[in-house]
């Protein structure tokens, strides 16, 4: 990206957003080119400008910050947006990462984390906090303690790019018998398809 990294905050209290806006701006990559602690202020600025990076908390005081976040995803091509808030629910981070979210920091982090994720989602890279990643990594460690050795075998085999029909004839079982077994896959790992499945496989180290 040419010259300065132009960034918006959306934060609902004052002395937050000037704190970040001074963090930011004290670095010679950055420069923040309008701040609000409205959700629709937010979303018309962000519509007009596309700013390089948006940097939005989840609780502002207009609206459904979250409705927010995802109508600028849809409706702004390349949309880099870094989530800090207090709020560190896995749920939350795994549907606003889904939806296209650069980063994820909650209002612990430190300001070299605050520059880090910045940069990051600025080259189109992902960033989460420590904490967060906490939160991930914990969250998926449990989900695989619930999933049976069958259904690891055919998350291992859909992450092999295999069809219905091989997955059958590898664990001598019917194609009907294994999208039923999917379909359960996909409700433990909360994914609609099988690159959510592979996603997670590889994220979890069950695939090369």
Not at 39 to 64: Q, R
Request: neutral net charge; hydrophobic residues 40%; aromatic residues 6%.
């Amino acid at each position: 990206m040419a010259g300065k990294i132009g960034i918006f905050i959306a934060e609902d209290h004052k002395l937050v957003r000037e704190a970040w806006k001074l963090t930011l701006e004290n670095n010679s990559n950055c420069e923040v080119i309008g701040e609000t602690e409205l959700c629709s202020e937010a979303l018309e600025f962000c519509l007009k400008n596309k700013p390089d990076v948006i940097i939005m908390d989840i609780n502002l005081k207009d609206g459904k910050s979250i409705d927010v976040i995802k109508e600028m995803l849809d409706k702004i091509p390349n949309a880099s947006i870094v989530v800090v808030s207090m709020i560190n629910i896995y749920s939350i981070i795994k549907d606003l990462y889904k939806h296209g979210i650069r980063a994820f920091l909650t209002k612990n982090s430190s300001k070299e984390e605050l520059i880090e994720a910045v940069l990051k989602a600025a080259k189109k890279e992902s960033y989460f906090s420590p904490e967060v990643s906490k939160v991930i990594m914990q969250q998926e460690n449990e989900i695989i303690h619930n999933l049976n050795n069958r259904e690891i075998k055919i998350i291992q085999l859909i992450s092999k790019g295999m069809s219905n029909k091989e997955i059958g004839a590898e664990m001598k079982m019917s194609e009907k018998t294994i999208e039923g077994h999917k379909t359960k896959i996909y409700k433990k790992l909360n994914v609609g398809n099988n690159i959510g499945v592979y996603d997670f496989a590889q994220k979890n180290g069950l695939v090369d």
